[in-house]
């Protein structure tokens, strides 16, 4: 089974207890390329609660084109709720560059409680855009047409056969929608196009990592997938104590037709990463790794991720090595 390396000095970002924004978690990163810098988008829970809910904000760190030297880590969040769909937070960014312009998509929390008129719908993928990761244009619900709740929304970096496409999850598992314009988008052709696979550590339910990465041999796809086999109740051991937890977060990988993003070429039976690691095993959620942005340096790729909902991580490999052994590992 192939699997990424760790960065040895993982993290490479922990929370901050002096920023209320981000003193609890910071996770599950976004990452773009701009000026030949590598930029961070991360996710950060703090103090602040809504309705029992921590709220996410958006965080910046940028780094130097090693990916891994740290330049600057900014003070305040970069994006944070503003709109009546997300007053629980702005979760899980996924950054794709079109037209000059970087599109995040991210989940809208709009939280659980008696008198939220939303009560059915609380969790969306919204849309917003961006030139610098400062000054963001807030674009609205990415699928207001969606009934039920989807999260994971992921850009294609360009269009195919005249679409720009987007896959999203409806649990358990992963659709696509195509639009002409991202202006106005109208999303039309919704369909699933993966699922979970029983009996596997993707077996409860998956969904997109970071946005598809180009390669010659087709769409390059990390996903996440859940599991919930094994024992019912585990106990695991937190700083906050002792709790019951069932499900681990691992990362998996697949290979889409260049042409059709609803043909799935190879797809791998084992994960490319597991939590094993003190920080992906303890923290706020045991047992987590979760990416939201790759990158590919020279010939390596970056996989930015969080580790047990609390820091974010790095591990990496090399891009032709991993395209060999997905095509072993052909479904
Ligand atoms: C998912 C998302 C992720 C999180 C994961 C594990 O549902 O909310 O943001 O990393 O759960 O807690």
Known sequence: MFELKRYLKNPILEPIKEHVWESKMVFNPAVAVKDDKIHVIYRARGDDEFKGVLVSRLGLAVFKNDGVTLEKRHEKPVF???EWYEPAGCEDPRITKENGLYYLLYTAYSGIGEDSFLKKEVVNVAMASTKDFLKWEKHGLLLPEVDKPEKNGVLFPEKIQGNYVCYYR?????????????????????????????????????????????????????????????????????????????????LGVMLIDKDDP??????????ILEPKESYEKEGMVPNVVFTCGAVVLKDTLFVYYGGADTVVALATCKLPELLEAIKKDKI
């Open 262 to 271: 609803e043909k799935i070429l190879y797809r791998s039976k084992g994960w």
């Open 80 to 82: 944070a709720p503003t």
């Open 170 to 250: 409806i649990e358990p598992h992963i659709y696509v929608a195509y639009s002409k314009s991202l202006d106005h988008p109208v999303w039309r052709g919704h369909k699933k196009v993966m699922s979970s696979r029983p009996d596997s550590w993707d077996s409860e339910k998956i969904g997109a990592g970071a946005p598809p990465i180009k390669t010659e041999l087709g769409w390059l796809f990390i996903y996440h997938g859940v599991d919930r086999r094994g024992p019912l109740r585990r106990q695991i051991k937190t700083k906050a104590g002792t709790v019951d937890y069932e499900r681990t977060y691992r």
